[in-house]
């Protein structure tokens, strides 16, 4: 069974930075990609960017393209997002997920998710 376990959330203020980790377990196969998402209240869950398992390959959503990275730990096993600049509307629940390559940024493409970590930006 897949699991998916996010943390590093919390607030932050404008213009700072913020490093998520999602733990990612139980894997059956070594192809697949994990994605980074966020759901804002009254908002629909969006993709923020996604890695491959194979070669690292990266996928960003383009308006974040920039100020977020998505990167692998040298385990594999740890998928980090770090947030640069981060602006008021990036306030969301983060969510990590898993799901078959190819990647992309559409949630209903992703089998697993974790239970999400609450980021806030405000001074």
Known sequence: QVQL???GGGLVQ????LRLSCEASGFTS???AIGWFRQAPGMEREGVASISSTDGRRYYAGSLKGRFTISRGSAKNTIYLQ?????PEDTAVYYCAAGSLPL???????DYWGQGTQVTVSS
């Not at 404008?14 to 930075?17: A, H, I, N, V």
């Open 30 to 32: 070594d192809y697949y």
């Open 5 to 7: 376990v996010e943390s």
């Open 104 to 110: 992309g940024l559409i949630p209903g493409d992703y």
């Open 14 to 17: 404008p213009g700072g930075s």
């Open 83 to 87: 947030m640069n600049s981060v602006k």
